[in-house]
């Protein structure tokens, strides 16, 4: 069963840093993206950032970008969200998701197929 498991999470000051890990257990699809995602309380889940499966290619929201970067480490099956500058609003629970097949919209959570169960990030003031 393919299986996403993040981890990195905790509490920050603003300014501070964190990076997230996603690791991606029996997930054998070649195509595709990676994606975080994020969810405060009372809010729907935001697309975060993007990264494809077999390609550099990589999406942020606006609110993140120059401040947040997606990578992968193909051999270790493992996607990372390396997070600068964090804000207060940044609080909320941090989602892995996956998809095999080819999507339009990288930030619509309803076209990911796979989930983690999530990691808390809070910053606070």
């Known amino acids: 069963a393919q299986v996403l498991v993040e981890s990195g999470g905790g509490s920050v000051q603003a300014g501070g840093s964190l990076r997230l890990s996603c690791v991606a257990s029996?997930?054998?699809?070649?195509?595709?993206?990676m994606a975080w995602f994020r969810q405060a309380p009372g809010k729907e889940r935001e697309g975060v950032a993007a990264?494809?499966?077999?390609?550099?290619?990589?999406y942020y929201t606006d609110s993140v970008k120059g401040r947040f970067v997606i990578s992968r480490d193909y051999a270790k099956n493992t996607m990372y969200l390396q997070m600068n500058g964090l804000k207060p609003e940044d609080t909320a629970m941090y989602y892995c998701?996956?998809?095999?097949?080819?999507?339009?919209?990288?930030?619509?959570?309803?076209?990911?197929?796979?989930w983690g169960q999530g990691t808390q990030v809070t910053v606070s003031s």
């Open positions: 029996g997930y054998t699809a070649s195509s595709g993206l």
């Open positions: 998701a996956a998809t095999p097949g080819p999507i339009l919209s990288w930030y619509n959570a309803g076209k990911y197929l796979y």
């Open positions: 990264i494809g499966f077999r390609t550099p290619n990589t």
